[in-house]
């Protein structure tokens, strides 16, 4: 599966943003999807994930409360709502699947990557 995740961009501080994941594929409605991200000189973390049906999801302790994972199988997309957005959740954002059942919270538990949309918070 391909992943194309776009929808990032400059916000201050306090503002929102809709990411957005389209995957190539018929078999998207049977992939586990993920949003991770990366701060420059930081490690790639965890941000949300959904499983296949949209009726499992997990966040990040850093992200709980502001960001809604959600997925459109009819759309082979994938959906990261983030609001009270604050500086430090600058960072490239990585949306990636897995054809697994687990709903994972570590990189090593997804397949397919995308290729990173910038999301930069002013304060």
């Known amino acids: 599966v391909q992943l194309q995740a776009s929808g990032g961009g400059l916000v201050q501080a306090g503002g929102s943003l809709r990411l957005s994941c389209a995957a190539s594929?018929?078999?998207?409605?049977?992939?586990?999807m993920g949003w991770f991200r990366q701060a420059p000189g930081k490690e790639r973390e965890f941000v949300a994930a959904i499983n296949w049906s949209g009726a499992s999801t997990r966040y990040a302790d850093s992200v709980k409360g502001r960001c809604t994972i959600s997925r459109d199988n009819a759309k082979n997309t994938v959906y990261l709502q983030m609001n009270s957005l604050k500086p430090e959740d600058t960072a490239v954002y990585y949306c990636?699947?897995?054809?697994?059942?687990?709903?994972?919270?570590?990189?090593?538990?997804?397949?397919?990557w995308g290729q990173g949309t910038q999301v930069t918070v002013s304060s």
């Open positions: 990636a699947a897995t054809s697994g059942v687990r709903v994972g919270t570590s990189a090593y538990d997804y397949n397919y």
């Open positions: 594929g018929r078999t998207f409605d049977t992939y586990s």
